[in-house]
DNA sequence: GTACTTGCAAATACTTTGCAGGTAT
DNA sequence: ATACCTGCAAAGTATTTGCAAGTAC
């Protein structure tokens, strides 16, 4: 059951997931989302994500994979996801210059969408 | 007054902004803080900084310079900023390929910091 | 006085924890 | 029976809002 959260392809609101699993016939409380949540991040096979609208977000984390960041709309909200080589590039050199390690990084842009774009001006 | 709050330099979160102007004088409620702080993230004067730890973080923007990221300490929760111009050009490149405006980004990097990889192993 | 700002307290939103009941071993 | 998992409800934290009082014009 703990594997049906993390099914879910985008990254998700802790209530969503639960609706989401709701829906599906697992009936499950925010708390046990919540407490599973916690465990896979742990384990490191979901990542919680801040796109600054009050509220984490999760994901799955590909084991091996690809590896995305993402663009979030101001007007709509709407998130993007996005993946870009030469930034992560960029993020990995720094490993060497600055005195950090780095386990994880996340990446987050804001501005408006394609979407919100064409449809104002 | 609302000055007062932009006026430190690194980012700190609306409870120690609070703290902090109360200590020089300036006796402010958390609320005056937060309505303050929304004000100035409109004007782009103030920046709000995730960095995952339960509560906003805050810093001020400098108008025409320097731009720099974080990275947080996953052992102590120290916050270190950098900057990197690589970094910073191959997220402006991005926006040509990526169908989103950027008006602000972000980057956080999350592993253990120089000084507890030192004072451990 | 009218308009605007402020701090306090109450209200919200999100997340965590305590606990009693249920399941597996 | 013991150990573990679950949902509900209560507790916590962070942030926002309502409101009456204070200041500026």
Redesign the interface.
Known sequence: MVETLARQRCCMSAQEICDASAKRGGRVGIASVYRALELLEGEGLVQ?V?V?QGG?RYEPVVPGGEHHHH?V??RCGRL?P?E?P??E???H??GS??????????????????RC?RARG
Do not use: P, Q, S
């Open positions: 919680r801040e600054g984490a663009a709309c101001e993007t996005f870009d030469a930034l590039r960029a993020i050199r720094l210059r600055l005195g950090h390690e780095i386990r994880a990084h996340d990446v987050l842009i804001k501005g408006e969408c394609g774009m």
